[in-house]
């Protein structure tokens, strides 16, 4: 039976959610309720407690890390984005409409692109493709006769012939021409295939955005023509009678744009450009300014990296405004406005249920030693003596002065003047200095800055059953930062800091960088884990880029996949659910053959067993578990 401790009356829902921010970073899918539960729902449902949800895909026979789907997220994101632009539009007087398309490289998987196709069609949303590949899998979804099937990146012409086959198939496609030697190879497969092309152009805007994808914009930018080559092509298109085809302009400031302000000077010098092509006689209908519609991943509101200093309706209000302003000022009729938001629509989306499945820290309960004897060394006498004098008046000097003598214990180590067990009752007798001096500094109003490390150096490390290479490649990549929360007991007050060690055996795999509304953190506060009761972590906002650009790190496959329909009465129908990657999979993946790897190791397990290492009976055994584990989870799946 496990013995549950009294709640802290001090402590409330509300001190949990400043903690972790659930508030100000869920944009209202995410919450708590009086029980400490975390819970999702879209806008309109009652919540649902996510281990409600855990427990039903357990029942089910399957094993966490398990990633958890909601398309009914996806469909508000979807909402909530058009409904931004169509008040825009309409208290603005803009004389045109708005349309989305999204980049399917944020998010391939089959539930996120057809939720998006499928329910996206009432408001005309189409797909962006950025290969052939992603053509291909574009072409095979039933969107809205008048929705974008923009193709961009660089192309071959297979990829121009796929295309132009599309429009064939009655599909609004516009191939983007990214480079000028682009047209020419248009020009001339439309001419063979005997289909008229529409035609787009991605232009090189000088500005920038900001954040962590500054630099993917400017003068320097990898895609986009310069203003020359973008006046040969309305020259060149208009010559050969098809002005009418060059239908888009195109541009791209960045991914995830924190600063608004930079939003509006790359859009404006956007519609300039669309103003001009319209006055060159380019027949243009779309000006698509791309996407960069960031996520505010700390909660913060700010310009800071994973953050954005402006909300949705400032967003649209801005694009919208702007170009009308733009348009107007000319006299040129407003254009069909497009945007490619893909983190802004599929990030919230996803959530990765992680278990805690053992704890290693400094202070927990340390091994007993033998003792020393009188002659221990005098440097380990004095940290005893540190240890009983630690008080509020004196913290700071004791602090220092254990600092010090943990230099010095090195020192004198390496030299051999100090024992092996001398230097584990220093360290022993160390950690309880930090700890009371950790209990000093928490109460005070003011903590000095030497101090302020002092939670990382008495942080656990606690271990988490996934891969961050596998779940998280951006943390780990691009120092990304995502919200990651306990699941439970958010009515308890955390008693324990903590890193997170995924079970790979590389020691970047772990997460010791956390939101933070003024900074980051560097630790996450967490409860002790009980005895007998799962411990569970939630890791959100993982919609965006993170399953696509996972690898096969240490051989740790994809995670299961629960794809979750939300109910209004507060109810839940896990509606399909995607099997991780099983051992023999990941394997496969990289050129292995698996009746190759058992006919390998059957030949082995009977050499060992001819010359009498093993019987016919432990060597079937041997090999039952060999083909088992072939066919298993590549994550932990028992931990005793």
């Known amino acids: 039976m496990v013995t549950r401790p009294t709640l802290d009356p001090g402590f409330s829902i509300a001190d949990a959610d400043e903690i972790y921010g659930i508030r100000s970073w869920s944009t209202g899918y995410f919450g708590i309720d009086e029980k400490g539960r975390v819970t999702v729902s879209d806008r309109d449902g009652a919540p649902v407690p996510i281990v409600d949800i855990v427990a039903d895909v357990q029942e089910r026979g399957i094993e966490l890390p398990v990633t958890l789907r909601f398309p009914d997220i996806i469909e508000d994101r979807l909402d909530r984005i058009n409904e931004a632009f169509e008040r825009a539009i309409r208290e603005a007087g803009y004389r045109a409409r708005y349309q989305g398309v999204y980049p399917i490289k944020v998010n391939q998987r089959r539930v996120v692109v057809e939720t998006i196709a499928e329910y996206g069609a009432r408001y005309r949303t189409g797909l962006e493709a950025g290969s052939k590949a992603e053509l291909a899998l574009c ?52 001419r063979e295939l005997g289909v008229e092309p529409a035609l787009g152009v991605r232009f090189k805007v000088h500005a920038r955005g900001t954040g962590q994808w500054e630099s993917s914009g400017g003068d320097e930018a990898k895609f986009g023509l310069t203003a020359a080559e973008l006046v040969h092509v309305v020259e060149r298109v208009k010559r050969e009678g098809l002005a009418h085809t060059l239908q888009l302009l195109h541009c791209h400031i960045g991914s995830q744009l924190t600063d608004i302000r930079r939003i509006r000077v790359a859009v404006r010098e956007a519609a300039q450009a669309y103003v001009e092509l319209a006055e060159m006689g380019a027949q243009v209908r779309y000006l698509d300014v791309g996407g960069g519609l960031a996520v505010d991943y700390d909660g913060s509101k700010t310009t800071f990296y994973v953050s954005a200093n402006y909300s949705l309706r400032e967003y649209a209000d801005t694009v919208v405004y702007t170009v009308m302003e733009v348009c107007d000022a000319a006299g040129v009729d407003h ?24 704890t290693i820290g400094p202070t927990r309960q340390q091994v007993e030693l033998p003792p020393l004897g009188d002659d221990e060394h005098q440097l380990v006498r004095d940290m005893r003596e540190l240890v009983a004098d630690v008080n509020a008046k004196n913290y700071r000097e004791v602090f220092n002065e254990a600092v010090a003598n943990k230099e010095t214990m090195h020192n004198l180590f390496d030299l051999g003047y100090l024992s092996l067990l001398e230097r584990a009752h220093f360290e022993q007798l160390y950690y309880r200095i930090l700890v009371k001096v950790a209990k000093v500094v928490r109460d005070l109003d003011y903590v000095p800055e030497e101090f302020e490390l002092l939670p990382r150096m008495l942080a656990d490390k606690y271990i988490v059953n996934f891969s961050v290479f596998q779940t998280l490649p951006d943390h780990w990549a691009i120092k990304s930062l995502f919200p990651i929360t306990p699941l439970t007991r958010l009515n308890e007050r955390p008693d324990r800091d903590a890193t997170l060690f995924d079970i790979t055996c590389d020691s970047d795999g772990k997460i010791d960088s956390f939101i933070d509304l003024r900074d980051v953190k560097r630790t996450l506060p967490v409860h002790d884990v009980r ?38 009465d507060g109810r839940f129908d896990v509606e399909l659910f995607v099997e991780g990657q099983k051992a023999r999979r990941v394997i496969q993946n990289m050129g292995y053959e698996t009746p190759d790897l058992h006919a390998a190791v059957h030949a082995q397990a009977e050499e060992v ?22 066919v298993g989870y590549t994550y932990l799946e028992a931990v005793v």
């Open 139 to 190: 072409l095979a979804h039933d969107t809205h006769d008048e929705a974008l099937l923009c193709c961009n990146g660089f192309k071959d012409d297979d990829y121009i012939r796929l295309a132009l086959w599309g429009r064939r198939l009655g599909r609004n496609v516009i191939i983007t021409l990214e480079k000028l030697s682009e047209l020419d190879r248009v020009l001339r497969i439309s």
């Open 335 to 358: 254009p069909v406005i497009v945007t490619e938001s893909g983190r802004a629509l599929t990030a919230h989306h996803s959530v990765v249920v992680v278990p805690v499945v053992d």
């Open 609 to 630: 067993r001819a010359a009498g290492g093993m019987t016919e009976r432990e060597m079937a055994e041997f090999l039952e578990l060999y083909d088992r584990e072939l």
């Open 531 to 568: 005895p007998g009761e799962p411990y569970y972590l939630g890791i959100f906002l993982t919609g965006a880029y993170q399953d696509v650009l996972a690898n096969a790190h240490n051989l740790f496959g994809r995670v299961h996949e629960a794809h979750v329909r939300l109910t209004r």
